[in-house]
Structure formats: structure tokens, C-alpha cells
């Protein structure tokens, strides 16, 4: 333990953030001993979702914030392979929820895939903590320690476990509620911000130890965040009021079948993970079939409806472009930021925590904006907004490589950039995200609606490949990240990016005609509220408003 006279930035962020934890810990304690079923006007049940999903995501985006660091510098994988198997971890965690989400629909319910999800999370959070062999300086012999095959484990049991979890567990917080009730968008926002204060913490604590104590100790960490988490969702149970149960009953012998599903699942990972031109392939693969499929769909509808599929197609496939250039927060970005940012004693890790503190911050002034700017008759349409969000993730990369440059290339990049390339991808998010999904669950037909969703994560996934391929290009041939070639890849991602960007908005009127929202109609004339069958709440997916729908 330092003297207090001794800490350094990165050391007082922590301790801010483990008096937050506490506090929030402290608030889920008194809800916890109330006898009454509601708190704060909503039921108990919200808040056991809360704290379950806060510390899947501590879990989760601690272990994210570390994870391209791990692999570089203790496995000793170069910049670029390790890019590459970040990106293909994550598109991974990506895809995985459509296996969770049908096993769950159809057989096992929300409920028992979230608990199996949580399950797995804790073994795979922990097995991170494994570390093999240390002070072994060459890639060869330490990449053929026999604990690494511990580490892709790790790394797979998280992935499946994400896909029970990530996609059943808001799916809960809907049923807690009649379609009528007034209160699914306050409580979706609460949900939300569990989500985000969960992934701000884990991020900053996790990473924190990490990097200044050692790598087992943030993982662990994690592992034992995602225990916490699985014991509140367990005890909680109860106040679940029978809800994210079977569809009908379940066979004991079914369900452990089911289960043995999600375990060899783990073992198809575990391949997969090793072999990332291989996850490529089968992106590429299994894109054209499901735009072949989609396409087929389409033009057996009426003119209406399929053209609400084109502009559907129009804005799914946007999303690897954006997600590409975001999610080097992860990859890249956070080599970068070790190694040519002047970070004032800040681990590297910590700055993944401002991403979440921002949409925390500007998600509700968002939400107010659009309804706003609805009431004024003058809210952009869905690909216009698509075109702004474009505009500002590649104005961000622009941003940075310009106060990069101006101080010299022998001179670290001062941290101000590092905020203002958060910041510009934040609100292009906030931009694009919750757009999207509002957007899919609109515009698609009855009969498409799961597989419209599952087409937009899954293009969500292609982005977090994408982006593993660009930072695998900052490495050059070598595979050893340098600061000019990383600038020059960085600027002319922007520059691409504000290119598309420009022909998304001259073609928005074209698509806004294309999902004739005058002709819409309510699925269900008695509910009140639209946008309630989106699911997969996390930080990529902020400001989650469901919108009145008119009478």
C-alpha cells in the first residue's frame, strides 16, 4: 500500500472509484432489506437486474481495458496479431447472443440462460487469472507455454457465457412491466445506467490493478465481480415474480442437453478464437447468405414493406464502418496510449472508463434533443443521423492525428486528444446506436423482426473484426506499432470515413422515402410504447428511449 503522499493520478482515480463502488454497493444494500416489493416506483426486480447486469459489465469491460495490453506485453504477441485477436474476440461476443437468445426463446427462458450465461462468465473471468510462465523475453517459447491454452479457455467460456447473458437479461427488465406501463422507459434507463456506472468501475479498477499490482489481479478482480453478480441474480429470484421462465415446461434431461449445447459451443470457440482467418471466412460467408436470404424476403413483400427492407440494408451496412473505427478504443487506440501518450502516471487501461462516464453524462441530453427537435418537426432522419455519427468518429481520428502532429513526432501526444477523440466518437455513438436498433424494431415486417435484430449485432460483430483488421495494420510488417504509421492509417480512416459519410447524407432522402414511416402501423394497437423488443442494453446501445407511439 503507497503513502498517500505518494500517489500519483492514476492512484487517487482508483480510490475515487472504489469509494463509488462502495457507495453504490451501499444503496443496493438498503433496497436488499426492504420488505416492500417496490423501490422507487418500480419493482424490486429492476434493481436485482441492476446490480446483476453492473457487475457483468465490471466484469466484462475491466477485462476488455486489459486485454490487448495482456497480450502484448505478457504473452508477447506483436501490436498487430494482438489487434487482430482482440478484434476477433469481440466479434465473437458479438455473434454469440443469437445462439443464447434462440435457446432461451425457445427451451430454457431468460432466467436459467442468464444464471448458465453468469456460470460460465465466473470460470472464464477466473481462468484469466492464469497467467503460465513469467520473465520468458521470447514470443516463441512463451507462446507454447501450455497455460496459454488456459487463456483461449478463458476467452471462450466469456464469449459463450456472454451469449446466454448479453441478450436475455434486459429481455427480463421488459417483462417486469405491462406493455402499457408508463414506467419501461424510466426503467430502461435505469438499467442503463447500471449498465454504464458497472462498466466506468470495472473499467478503472479492474485496469488499475491490472497494470500496477499484476495482470491476475485485475483479472481476478473481474472474476470475482462476475461471482458477486451471479449470487445477487440468484438470490433475487424471487422478486423476478415468475418472470424469464420456461416457455413451457422443461425436461430435466432437455435442459442438461441444452446445456451440453453451450458447452460444446465453448470447444467450437476455443478453435475459433486460435484461427482468426478462419472467423473471417465464415463472416463473409454467412453475410452474403443472410443478405441472399434477406433479399429473397423482400421482394415478396409489397412495395412498402420491401422497401423498408432496403433501407433496412442501407443502415446495417453502415455498421461495420462505424464499429471498425470505434472499437479501436480497445485495440489501437490503447497501444497508442501506452505507448506514445503523455498519460501522468494514468494506467493506459483507465482511459476505456471515459467512453461509459460520457454516454452516462450525454445520453439523456441526446434523448431530450431528438424529442425536441420531433416536437419542432425538424429530427433528422435515421440515415441522416447515421451520416452525422459518421461524420464525428471520423472527425475524431482526424482531431487526433492533428494535435499529434503539432507538438512533433518526437514529442508524446498530449492527453487533451485522448478525451476529444472519446468524446467525438461518444456522441457519433449516441448518433448512430440506439438510432439503429430503434430503427430495426420499426421498420422491419413481424415475421423478420428477430432476424433483422440479429442481422444488425451481427454486422455489430463484422465492425469489431474490421477493427481488429485496422489495428492490425498499425502494427506494419514488422507487427510493432509505430507512431507515424499509426497517424497515417488513423488519418486516412477519417478522411475515408468523412467520405462515406458525405454520399450517406446526399443519399438520405432517397432512404428516408424508402422506410415510408407516414404508412407505419402499430404491431399492437394496445400497447402504448414502441421499441420494446430491443434487448442487448451495454454501453454500445446508450440512450435507450422507447418512443410514444402516436394514437
Known sequence: MKDMGSWNEGDWIAAIAAIA???????????????????????????VLFYAEMWERFSYYGMRALLVLYLAKFWLFT?????????????????????????????LGQRKAVFYGGVLLAIGHLFMAVEGMHGVTDPATKQADPAINVFWLALSLIIVGSGF???????????????????????????????????????ILVGYLGETIGWSWGFGLAGIGMALGLVIFTLGKPALRGNGEPPVPLARSREWMLYGIGLASVVVIWLLVQYQDVIQTLLIISGLAMLAYTLYEAFKLPKDARERIFAILFLIALNPVFWGLF??????????TDKYVDRGGVPT????????????????????????????GIEPSAPAKFGYALIQVGLSFLVFVWGANAVGPAVMTPVIFVFLIYLLQTTGELCLSPVGLSAMTRLSPVHLGSFIMGAWFYMTAVGNFVAGKIGEA?????????????????????????????????????????????????????????????AGIDNQEAGFHPAVKPH
Open 21 to 47: 463502488l462502495f457507495a453504490v454497493l451501499a444503496i443496493g444494500g438498503i433496497i436488499s432489506t426492504r420488505k416492500s416489493e417496490e423501490f422507487a416506483g418500480h419493482p424490486r426486480g429492476l434493481f
Open 79 to 107: 501490436d498487430g496479431k494482438s489487434n487482430l485477436i482482440y478484434g476477433a474476440y469481440t466479434a465473437l461476443v458479438y455473434i454469440t447472443p443469437v445462439l443464447g437468445g434462440y435457446l432461451a426463446d425457445r427451451y
Open 165 to 203: 447473458l448479453k441478450a436475455n437479461i434486459s429481455v427480463i427488465v421488459g417483462q417486469l412491466y405491462r406493455m402499457t406501463d408508463p414506467r419501461r422507459d424510466a426503467a430502461y434507463t435505469i438499467f442503463y445506467m447500471g449498465v454504464n456506472t458497472g462498466a466506468a468501475l470495472g473499467t
Open 327 to 336: 472499437e479501436q478504443a480497445g485495440g489501437s487506440l490503447s497501444l497508442y
Open 349 to 376: 487501461s483507465l482511459f476505456q472508463s471515459i467512453n461509459p462516464i460520457y454516454i452516462v453524462l450525454f445520453a439523456p441530453m441526446f434523448a431530450a434533443l431528438w424529442q425536441y427537435l420531433g416536437r419542432k
Open 474 to 534: 498499425t502494427g506494419g510488417e514488422s507487427g510493432e506499432m509505430s507512431k507515424e504509421l499509426t497517424l497515417a492509417i488513423y488519418s486516412k480512416i477519417g478522411w475515408i470515413t468523412i467520405a462515406i459519410a458525405v454520399v450517406v447524407l446526399a443519399l438520405s432522402p432517397i432512404v428516408k422515402r424508402w422506410m415510408h414511416v407516414d404508412t407505419l402501423e402499430d404491431r399492437h394497437p394496445e400497447d402504448d410504447l414502441g421499441g420494446q423488443a430491443q
